[in-house]
Structure formats: C-alpha cells, structure tokens
C-alpha cells in the first residue's frame, strides 16, 4: 500500500433523473417525523374508508366444492347473528331479488393475484362490485346448501374490531418504510443510492397502502368501483420498489455502467405495469407473478454476479455488497419463495401477505442496520443516533395510547408508566443493539495499559516507536499488515480514509504514521468512535514515552556523574600506577584493571551504536594477544555476512566480558593448545568458542560464579550460552554456542 491509500475518496454521482429528488436538506430527525406523520395522516383515510362499507358481521371459509363458502364465525350483535347463521352454514349464493351471485372460493382470496390469470381477476372484481352494490342497497337473501333462504339486511358500516391485526401491522410496515428511506436519504441528500432507497420505500408503502383496502374484507369492499384501481397501485408499488432495488444493484457499490439506470429499470418496470393493467397481454405460467416478480428476480441475480466480479479486488465494495446481498435478497428470496413459488404450480401461499410484506420490510430494516455497521452509503454513526430518539419518543406515545384505550388510566398516570416502561424495557433492549451493531473494542484504553507499558516503557528510536504503534493497533481492532509511513503526520489525530476501509493513526509528536486498512480483518469499516479510541492510546503512548524519555535523561545524569568519578578518582590512581610502580607485575595488573575500567563505564556514557566489524576487530586484537602469551594458537574466523550488525553499549560490554571469560578458563583449566572463534550472523548473532585440552562433559561440572556470570551477561542481551563436547580422542573439542537475538 502506499501513500496514495491516504487520499480519501468520493462517491460516484448519477446525472439527471434522481437530481430532483437529492436536494433534500433538513435536520434528519424531522424529516423522519416528517414521513410518519404523513403515513399516519394517509393511514387515518385508509382506515376511514375501510370501515365505511357494509358488513354482514361473519367470517367465511373457501370448500373444495366449486360454490359455496362455509361460514367460520357470526360476530354477536351484527346481521349475521341477528338473522340466525350459525358456524358451519354453508353459504352457496347472495341475491337482492333481481340477480343472485353464486360465492365461490376466489371471492376470499386475500390476494386476487393469486388467481393468475385475468379471467378469474375480472370475475372476482365483477362479483365483488355487484355484492358490495347489494349489500348497500339494502336487504339480501342468502342460500344455504341445504336449500333454505336466510333474509339479511347489512350494517352500513363495520366496526373498527372487525379489521384483523394484520391489516394494521401492514400499514405500520408501509410508515416504517418511508421513515428508513427519508431518513438514509436525509442524511447523505447527495447521494443517488440513498435516493433510490427512498424511492424503494416509497413504491413499499404504496403496496402497503393500497393492498389493505380490498384485502381485510368479509365480500364487500370500500368503494367499489375504484377496486382494479387499488389494485393497479398495488402492482405499480412493487413496480416502483422492485425497479428501484435493480438500480441501486445496477449501480452501487460498484457502477456498472456511467449513466442513471432507473430510468431505464422504472421504464420497463412501467411498460410491464401498463401490459397487466391494460390486459393487453396474458404471460404464460403465471400472469401476475412472472412479470412482476420472476424477470426482476432473474435480473437482480445477474446484476449480483457482476457486482461481486466487479468487486473481487475491492474490500471496502466487497463489504458494502455482502450486507447488501443479505438484504435484499434475502428479503425478496424469502418472499418469492414462500408466497410466489407456490402458485406458479396451482398451489396457495406458503405465507400470509402480512408475513410476505414483513419478509420484505427486512430490506429496508437491513439497510438501517448495515448503514450504521457498514456505514453503507457514506451514512455516520450519528444515523443510529436518529433512530434511538425517534424510538424512545414513539415507544411512550404507543405505551401511553395503549394504557388510555385498554386500561383507563388516566392522562397523567398513563404517562409516568409509560416513561416507566421505556426506562425499564426500551433503554436496556436499545443498549443490547447498540452493542451489536457499534461492535468497539472491546477493552478500554486503561485495559491495555499492561501491553503498551511493555512496548513504550524503553526509551525507543522514532522508527522503533511507529513500529511498536502499529503492531499495538494490529491487536487493537484486528488489522493485520499494518503499513508504517515515514512521513509526517498531516493531523494531530487519527483520521479515516477510502469511506472507513482505512484508518491513519499519527505517532506520538508527529514521528511518522501507521496505516491501518480492514477493521476485524475486512469485516468492518472503522468509524468516529475508532478515532476516538485511537486517539485515547496514542495520548497514553505519548506520555508513557515521555517518561521513559524522563527516566534516561536522569539516568544519563546519574550515569555521567558515575563516569566523571572513576574517571577522575580510580582511573587517575591506575593509571598513577602504570606509570609510577617500578614493580612490571603491578604494571601489568595495574593496566589490565584500567582497560576493564574503561569497559566497564561504555555502557554509562556511550549511547552509540558499534559496529561488529570494529567489536570483532578488538575482540580478535585482545584474545590474540592472551592466547599466544599463554602458548595457544587462536583460530579465528569472522563472517563478512555479519558486517552489517550494531551492537548497542551494552550488548558490546556483555560480548567482551563473555568471550574474556572463557578465554580465562580455558587458559587455567584447559590448557589447550588450539582455541577457535568463529562469528556469525544475519538476523542473529551466534559466537562459538572452541578449545581443546583437558575438559570433563558440561554435565559432569558444578556451576560456579564465574559460570553464573556468563550466563547471566548472555541473558541480559537477550541471548542464550550453551556447553557441548564434540569429536573423539585428539579431535575432542569443549564448545561454547552463544546465540543473541538482533
């Protein structure tokens, strides 16, 4: 990845036909008010009109016989049970005197779709407009199977218990609908996705609208003359919905094409509308559900296939797509095979189409939820925010409405329970979802102080620091290849990139970068309260460094002071003895302690890197030096390889202190006659110290001080000293492997 993955990037825009409706600017919350105050407004006249139609007071049920429904329940007080039907009446006509219309099974379809063909359409709305006009006009007879003649005047208008529960939970999926597609699109008014969603929303309210006013009926339905008009608003909502789902596929996340499609996707939608409308052509199989549900069903397939083509190099579109797949498809795919599958081969429904309508709504509720876990159209967390209050604020209007209709309570007390049960049950169930759907870290900043003290507690090179940073995050929100940039932080805090695929976190001062790219390896895009946490640790590590930073500047003091006084005090007195003693073996004595003198203060001043060329070189100069005073020939052998290692002060006086070490003792144990040294390295150091002479097997010694002591010094620099015999009789060698980690 490189510095080009800083730049953030801007969604495409859609010329001309969705330009009208984006200009939509105002505060999200209201327009979500907005949207369901008008669906209720336009549920009130739903509800008006269906009650004013007539009713008998009975519910009915379909025979397998050609004519005749059988009479389920009679509703005490209205006609029916006035008139003396009972359960089990088998109603085979209705008559007003004039004409009688046998009842057969396709006058109770919830759905006339159903029927599938425009014969059996047009015999249900011609029977259903001359019963409806009956009932209206005054008293009918019914004919029973048994051959007698009951006399029944209808009520004009049924009463509002006579709607069953489904009629009201479609019109609240229809409102539900609206709030979601005006409030994504509220909230980013410039992008035509969200535009086509809002459409989308629109096209299922209008299904949700227009399908209850001949749906929940006993025979008659209110204004009967509009029936193939309702009918034909029903068709045109999944028209609109439908064509406006394939755009948004068309198009997002990836544009498979640089012009507006929905034009293209409405127009077709609407030719095949006006063909059904008009009857001006039967399709085969079904001639309802092929057109409006089966094509748009097989395009939407194709078009998924392109856009997970076209979106196989991209994670971020990969993401966006795979919640959108769930969504749609597995809303429109549950519905059309429960409910449209069926009668394509005769059969019924599978499902309700309350349950069907539910199925469906779960596209628009998984576009909620995916904007605020995807932040699917470029929609902020803040999106989320909107809902919590419109639901807290709904919650105790419903909650305080119920307890005023169904348990009396008054104005006041109703209102305190109803604040009560939000409290109790809303606040906790919306703190669940909220969990769910935000998915932070899960561990605070103070719970990770442990990790970052073990990273930041040292005093650390700038590069050494970013790395350090960007392994940290690595852990943090499961990011792995975390990229660090060299480069100057631009902000002082962390930043988002590519819409949240990628997150830039700056180091402490400005000391480069870490590039951040997959939140939960690809699975999530990171967002605000990422940066917010991001920020909390990179503030922690920054202090963390600056103590560490305090802390070595005292040392360094402390460690100076040390040095000026051996320096002056013991140094100046070894080396008075140098110079002075006329004794040659306190000469020597005397040089020797003034050369470990000055080993010993390397690491209290130089803070220096040494090459291991220039280690090696002296190494060889002083063990030399040794070996042939004490009659043994040094075999010394230096990898060029390693010519490329630094070691720091202390890794260098720890290395000389060793190898001094075991040259000391296999000069007074050993006396060999042959010592080889041999260095090596690339990503590790590793000297190995051979002699040979008299030695017993390393399992055989007891440890001493001295021995104590390498090891001691080999674990310091993060290494390890081990003893091993190898070869046979002349050829038999005590080896000392040191291995230190770089």
């Known amino acids: 990845m490189n510095e080009a993955a800083l730049s953030s990037s801007k969604p495409d825009q859609a010329p ?37 139609v007539p009713t008998l007071g009975l519910s009915l049920a379909a025979l397998d016989e050609d004519v005749g429904l059988r009479v ?35 006058l109770i379809l919830n759905d006339p779709d159903v029927a599938g063909s425009y014969a059996l359409l047009n015999a249900f709305q011609r029977d259903i407009r001359q019963i409806t006009a009956m009932l209206s006009r005054g008293s009918v007879e019914l004919e029973l199977a048994d051959g007698g003649r009951t006399s029944v005047t209808a009520q004009p208008q049924r009463p509002l218990s006579a709607l069953p529960g489904w009629y009201w939970a479609i019109s609240l999926m229809g409102i539900v609908a609206l709030a979601i597609g005006a409030a994504l699109k509220a909230h980013t008014p410039d992008d035509h996705n969200t535009t086509l969603v809002m459409v989308a929303a629109i096209g299922f309210w209008l299904t949700a609208w227009s399908w209850p006013m001949y749906g929940p009926r006993e025979l008659a339905v209110p204004m009967a003359t509009l029936l193939p008009a309702f009918e034909a608003v029903n068709h045109l909502g999944f028209v609109i919905m439908l064509g406006a789902a394939l755009a948004l596929v068309w198009q997002y996340p990836v544009r498979l094409v640089t012009w507006s499609v929905y034009p293209v996707t409405l127009g077709f939608g609407l030719l095949i509308w006006c063909v059904i409308t008009f009857q001006l052509y039967e399709f085969p199989v079904h001639a309802f559900y092929l057109p409006l549900f089966c094509m748009p069903m097989l395009t939407g397939f194709i078009l998924a296939a392109l856009q997970w083509w076209n979106s196989r190099d991209k994670p971020l579109e990969k993401a966006s797509l795979r919640w959108l797949f769930i969504t749609i498809f597995g809303s429109t795919t549950g519905a059309f095979a429960m409910y449209v599958v069926p009668p394509l081969y005769g059969a019924e429904p599978v499902t309700a189409p309350w349950l069907s309508q539910l199925i469906l709504l779960i596209f628009f509720i998984g576009l909620a939820l995916g904007a605020a876990r995807y932040r699917l159209f470029e929609v902020e967390r803040w999106w989320l925010n909107t809902w919590i209050w419109f639901g ?33 049950v809303y606040f906790p169930v919306r703190q669940r979802l909220w969990q769910l759907v935000a998915r932070n870290p899960d561990r605070s900043p103070w719970q990770i102080m442990p990790e970052i003290a073990s990273r930041f507690a040292r005093p650390l090179r700038e590069a050494e620091m970013t790395a350090e940073l960007g392994t940290l995050f690595e852990s943090i929100f499961d990011a792995p290849d975390a990229v660090v940039l060299s480069t100057a932080a631009q902000d002082d805090r962390p930043r988002l990139t590519n819409h949240g695929l990628n997150m830039v976190v700056p180091a402490p001062a400005g000391q480069g970068q870490v590039l951040l790219s997959g939140k ?3 699975r999530r895009l990171f967002d605000t309260s990422d940066i917010d946490y991001a920020a909390t640790v990179v503030k922690l590590v920054g202090q963390l460094v600056n103590l560490a930073e305090e802390h070595e500047s005292v040392e360094r003091t402390e460690r100076e002071r040390i040095m000026r006084d051996l320096h002056d005090d013991v140094g100046a007195r070894l080396l008075s003895l140098v110079h002075g003693s006329e004794d040659p073996a306190v000469r020597a004595e005397a040089a020797d302690l003034l050369q470990t003198l000055r080993t010993s203060v390397i690491p209290l001043h130089s803070r220096q890197d040494t090459p291991l060329v220039d280690a090696s070189n002296r190494w ?24 490329s290692i630094h070691l720091n002060a202390r890794q260098y006086v720890n290395l000389t202190r060793i190898l001094r070490e075991l040259l000391t003792n296999a000069l007074k144990h050993a006396q060999p006659e042959n010592i080889w040294i041999t260095i090596t390295g690339v990503t590790d150091l590793s000297i190995l110290f051979a002699h040979n002479g008299e030695f017993t097997e390393p399992q055989q010694w007891t440890w001493s001080r001295g021995q104590y002591n390498l090891a001691t010094r080999a674990e310091e620099i993060g290494g390890r000293l081990t003893f091993s015999v190898t070869g046979e009789d002349d050829e038999r060698r005590l080896e000392a492997l040191l291995v230190v980690a770089l």
């Open 16 to 52: 001309g036909f969705l330009s009208a409706l984006s200009p939509l600017n105002a505060t999200p919350l209201a327009w979500v008010w907005t949207m369901v105050i008008a669906g209720l407004a336009f549920f009130v006249l739903q509800t008006t009109l269906a009650l004013r």
């Open 72 to 106: 389920v329940q009679t509703h005490a007080g209205l006609p029916a049970h006035t008139a003396g039907l009972a359960p089990g009446d088998v109603i085979v006509g209705i008559s007003d005197g004039r004409q009688t219309i046998p009842l057969r099974d396709y």
């Open 392 to 424: 807290m604020g709904l919650a105790i209007i419903v909650i305080d409405v119920l307890l005023i209709t169904f348990l009396q309570v008054g104005a006041t007390g109703s209102t305190v329970i109803a604040v009560l049960v939000v409290a109790w």
């Open 520 to 522: 939960n390896r690809g």
């Open 620 to 643: 060889h100069d002083e063990l030399a030096q040794r070996s042939t005073q004490s009659g043994a020939a040094l075999h010394w052998y230096d990898d060029h390889a390693a010519g």
